[in-house]
T-cell receptor, first 114, second 110 residues
Framework: ETGVTQTPRHLVMGMTNKKSLKCEQH?????MYWYKQSAKKPLELMFV???????ENNSVPSRFSPECPNSSHLFLHLHTLQPEDSALYLC?????????????FGNGTRLTVT | KNQVEQSPQSLIILEGKNCTLQ??????????LRWYKQDTGRGPVSLTI?????NTKSNGRYTATLDADTKQSSLHITASQLSDSASYIC?????????FGKGNQVVVIP
């Protein structure tokens, strides 16, 4: 149990579908993150939320839309994705954003876009 | 060019043997360096975190070293076990950013 729970674990969707990824952290952390992990590439930071406010958006296409309703929950809404968006999407949290506290990752959602 | 380079990309070792993974970085200014272990189908889990003033830090059979002058770190696994099969990711924090390596894929065989 990592303290960060992601659902679903696996998702297959067509390019015209709309789906959402969910992340919940039970660690009392103030910052939450979405990362994309593709094969043989470093983790790519997508979004950062600190105290429920988005503080960073790394030029992510608008077909990815994050939502942070409170400090414990983070969503990633997906629509009209492309096959190259197939990857492992990792949620993480940390005590604070931008300092030395380590990231705590969930186990990810394996997304396949057909 | 990635700011964090790891080598070897992958290696296979016999159970009980030792191995060393390398991480070179160009991140500046430097704040800290972290090693994560990622099992297949799981998220990364923190093994060690080292700041500028720390040369070595251990976590059980894992020992990380840091040379901030040459911007190099290593992760040494002692007496490897089958459960050590995983990807080991080097992450460097500096300039308010985290820079990730691609990972070292380790396979331990009986």
């Amino acid at each position: 149990e990592t303290g960060v729970t992601q659902t679903p674990r696996h998702l297959v969707m067509g390019m015209t579908n709309k789906k959402s990824l969910k992340c919940e952290q039970h660690l009392g952390h103030n910052a939450m993150y979405w990362y994309k992990q593709s094969a043989k590439k470093p983790l790519e930071l997508m979004f950062v939320y600190s105290l429920e406010e988005r503080v960073e958006n790394n030029s992510v296409p608008s077909r990815f839309s994050p939502e942070c309703p409170n400090s414990s929950h983070l969503f990633l809404h997906l629509h009209t994705l492309q096959p190259e968006d197939s990857a492992l999407y990792l949620c993480a949290s940390s005590q604070e954003q931008g300092n030395n506290s380590p990231l705590h990752f969930g186990n990810g959602t394996r997304l396949t876009v057909t | 060019k990635n700011q964090v380079e790891q080598s070897p990309q992958s290696l296979i070792i016999l159970e009980g043997k030792n191995c060393t993974l390398q991480c070179n970085y160009t991140v500046s200014p430097f704040s800290n360096l972290r090693w994560y272990k990622q099992d297949t189908g799981r998220g990364p889990v923190s093994l060690t975190i080292m700041t500028f003033s720390e040369n070595t830090k251990s976590n059980g059979r894992y020992t990380a070293t840091l040379d901030a002058d040459t911007k190099q770190s290593s992760l040494h696994i002692t007496a490897s076990q089958l459960s050590d099969s995983a990807s080991y990711i080097c992450v460097v924090y500096g300039n308010n950013r985290l820079a990730f390596g691609k990972g070292n894929q380790v396979v331990v065989i009986p």
